[in-house]
């Protein structure tokens, strides 16, 4: 399983939020890639893709996150994780 946590905080603005990233096996054979995200602290909007390798699910993975550190996300320590 593959995941990265994304945080975004402005507090001029009151803007706190996340985004995470996870790819994960299914019960049937393919993978997912699962974002969550919404205002730190509070539960998020959680969206699901389904992939038919795992090489695919991760490289999906990895243009969300980096449309997000465009935007101003960046990795918080001890959550970007693979393997």
């Known amino acids: 399983m593959t995941s ?3 945080e975004r905080r402005e507090p001029a603005r009151n803007r706190q939020r996340f ?13 997912a890639m699962v974002r ?4 730190i602290g509070q539960p998020g909007t959680v ?10 699910a ?14 101003g996300y960046h990795a918080v320590n001890g959550f970007d994780k693979a393997g």
């Not at 969550?36 to 205002?39: H, N």
């Not at 991760?58 to 935007?71: D, I, L, P, T």
């Open 47 to 56: 969206r699901e893709m389904w992939f038919e390798t795992e090489a695919a």
């Open 4 to 6: 990265i946590y994304l």
């Open 36 to 39: 969550e995200w919404g205002r």
């Open 58 to 71: 991760v490289e999906a993975g990895m243009k969300v996150r980096q449309r997000k550190e465009k935007r």
């Open 19 to 31: 985004y995470a990233i996870t790819v994960t096996p299914t019960l049937f054979g393919s993978w």
